[in-house]
């Protein structure tokens, strides 16, 4: 039986989603799932990259309500230290809550230029010019951390909480075609073999189609 609930909305479209509950999952925590509709106007304000919404995901665990992914990994790397969640080394660790953050607070570009889309993939896609520097960015930190502790993860031989706030970086640029480095299509190729990724997708697909914005090519 589920102890904690995990407020979310579309698997296809929500990267916020997909991090709060790899999160979840990295710790063991067993979640129930509370979808919000889409047509919910806050939900698709949030989707269109309208405005900011602290809806999803949201973590209610034992009276704590937690919003924000990196509340969330706060909160469960703390119940949960020995999960593995931040890798043990101090400075390992240092530089995966920095990377984490990064991600987290911006990419402005490359969120609204590369919408998380898990149905579809294309084979070519105009990319905006000013997304390429967020790509270039992400790529940057992809090959330091691989180089630097050996791969296939960013932080070595586990996935962390960098990984799970990465996850929807690799999955937009296999839907997108991105054009990248042997280095970055190697960890694209990791996260989208991710067993939990998989299961993640496989619910997304199996969701009707309703958000028509979104499908539209800029």
Known sequence: MAVAELTISSKNYSSWSLRGW?????AGLQV?????????????????????????????HEGASVWDTLAIAEY????????GMYPADRIMRAHCRSVSGEIHSGFANLRSALPMNLK?????????????????RVETIW???????????????????ADAMFAPVAQRFLTYAVPVSATSA????????????REWIDAARAEPDEMIELETEF
Do not use: Q
């Not at 469960?76 to 999960?83: K, M, N």
């Not at 190697?186 to 990724?197: R, S, V």
């Open 32 to 60: 129930s799932e509370t979808m919000i509709a889409l047509d919910d106007p806050e939900v698709r304000a949030e989707l269109l990259l309208l405005s900011p919404s602290v809806l999803v995901p949201r973590l209610t």
């Open 22 to 26: 790899l999160l979840c999952r990295l």
């Open 76 to 83: 469960l790397h703390e119940l949960y230290p020995d999960a």
């Open 186 to 197: 190697a960890y694209c190729h990791t996260i989208n073999g991710w067993p939990l990724m």
């Open 120 to 136: 579809v993939r294309h084979a070519r896609f105009p990319i905006f010019s000013g997304a390429k520097p967020d790509i270039e």
């Open 143 to 161: 090959a330091e951390c691989l180089e630097r502790y050996g791969g296939p993860w960013l932080f070595g031989d586990r996935p962390t909480v």
